[in-house]
């Protein structure tokens, strides 16, 4: 989503006019889900997906109806399995698409986007509040937890309800589209080995902050990691002189050895923090618990500890594993978002 924002500002910078497509709601079985995005150019290319297939096609052909008319409006595609499947498509669901058309002169909206491409590296949450109408330009507005509306204006008391829900239609006298954009929470990889060094390019790729927490310089680089969000050097025996964990934050777990794995682990499992990975073997959990037990951390607690680490997908390469590793925290996130039930 980052990279979306950040191509859609360069084109209008650029004095070039765009097309924002929006999946803003689906129901059944559908390639994307609310949310999804697609840019679409002049010239008829596209950056970003809205699912593939025909429902991508059709929609980069219908944002020429937007660029020609100027405006916005909205378009459900049928995508069942019987007579009435519109597309050729048959996932079983249906989807509505809406198409907002962004020129450079306007100058509230080019400000918004380009405050956005910045919002990317804070650690806060934000929300995307989009007015959907079939007549007038694009029209949005941005909602900062802490400091409330940034961009645009909505009744704010009918907004917050909807902040929970990963992308909710809100009626009022008029029609918005309020989506999560942002979230807060970063992610720690205490570790800077091979595994590590596969595992935080995906964990970026997929929206995470990550951070590389490391008591060896030269494995905290960042030419081994330039992606991370930060690099931290400290020592593994007061990580908390260094970072501070919020309940928002994950954990991964995975040092040059046990001992200092476990001095890692024994300090975060006094934080709240969201997720708690370690690598290792079942021998190595049973040992490590114990252990936790013995200086009073109660079982209750270790219950949330995701180790051994990733899905069972039976990865053996550093690259396998950071893979299941990555599966693992989608899922975990998806499902503090309520996505999955």
Not at 101 to 126: H, W
Not at 165 to 193: A, C, H, N, R
């Amino acid at each position: 989503m980052e990279n979306l924002f950040k191509r859609l500002l360069d084109k209008l910078e650029h004095h070039e006019p765009v097309v924002l497509c929006s999946i803003i709601a689906s129901s059944g079985s559908t390639p994307r889900g609310k949310g999804a995005k697609m840019l679409v150019y002049q010239d008829g290319t596209t950056y970003g997906t809205i699912g593939g297939g025909a429902v991508e096609y059709e929609s980069t052909l219908l944002a020429k109806e937007s660029f020609k008319e100027r405006r916005a409006f909205q378009h459900s595609y049928n995508l069942t399995s019987n007579e009435t499947a519109d597309i050729g498509m048959v996932c079983g669901g249906a989807v509505v698409v809406y198409f907002q058309y962004i020129k450079p002169e306007d100058e509230k909206v080019v400000a918004m986007i380009r405050y956005i491409t910045m919002l990317f590296k804070e650690n806060l949450d934000s929300w995307l509040i989009t007015k959907v109408n079939n007549e007038q330009q694009a029209e949005m507005g941005l909602y900062e937890r802490h400091k409330g509306l940034v961009f645009g204006d909505v009744n704010k008391q009918l907004l917050k309800p909807l902040l929970k829900s990963k992308g909710m239609l809100y009626k009022d006298v008029d029609t918005y589209y309020v989506e999560p954009l942002t979230e807060s929470g970063m992610v720690y990889v205490f570790g800077g080995g091979h595994v590590s060094q596969e595992l935080v390019p995906l964990l970026t790729n997929v929206g995470f902050k990550v951070n590389v927490y490391e008591d060896r310089e030269q494995f905290a680089s960042e030419a081994l990691f330039p992606s991370a969000y930060s690099r931290i050097v400290g020592d593994y025996l007061s990580i908390d002189k260094q970072i501070k964990l919020t309940s928002s934050d994950y954990v991964v777990i995975m040092t040059r050895g046990h001992q200092s794995d476990y001095d890692v682990l024994a300090q975060v499992m006094h934080h709240e923090c969201s997720y708690v990975g370690v690598i290792g073997s079942q021998s190595k959990k049973a040992h490590t618990f114990e252990k936790l037990m013995a200086i009073g951390i109660p079982e209750s607690k270790l219950e949330r500890i995701h180790t051994p680490i990733g899905l069972p997908i039976k990865g053996e390469t550093p690259a396998e594993i950071a893979v299941s590793i990555t599966g693992e925290m989608i899922l975990h996130r998806s499902t503090q978002q309520g996505i999955v039930k």
